[in-house]
């Protein structure tokens, strides 16, 4: 078992960055792929980042791409989210996900344990 607590979203003019968090408890962080989903108000969850268990491979969104860059730190058990020149679209409650992954770490379904959510709010 292995659960999941996000932090470090908040409100920030389009153009500024944050960093998210992901702490996770359990013995088994290291082994999985984690990952990063959202929802906006009204839209379906998507797919935001990931990364495999040793951090050497990572997936992004096309629409996040270049200005998100997911990292994590097995150490602290720790997975994070860095996201620059936010814009209003990327306003949502971001989740972060993990598990061992058999197909692809872009679906949702593969992820057994998640977070709460915290929420990213960019103003324009």
């Known amino acids: 078992q292995v659960q999941l607590v996000e932090s470090g979203g908040g409100l920030v003019q389009a153009g500024g960055s944050l960093r998210l968090s992901c702490a996770a408890s359990g013995r088994t962080f290291s082994s999985y792929t984690m990952g990063w989903f959202r929802q906006a108000p009204g839209k379906e969850q998507e797919f935001v980042a990931a990364?495999?268990?040793?951090?050497?491979?990572?997936y992004y969104a096309d629409s996040v791409k270049g200005r998100f860059t997911i990292s994590r730190d097995n150490a602290k058990s720790t997975v994070y989210l860095r996201m620059n020149s936010l814009k209003p679209e990327d306003t949502a409650v971001y989740y972060c996900?993990?598990?061992?992954?058999?197909?692809?770490?872009?679906?949702?379904?593969?992820?057994?344990?998640w977070g709460q959510g915290t929420q990213v709010t960019v103003s324009s």
């Open positions: 990364i495999t268990w040793n951090g050497d491979n990572t």
């Open positions: 996900a993990g598990n061992v992954i058999r197909y692809g770490p872009k679906d949702r379904y593969e992820y057994d344990y």
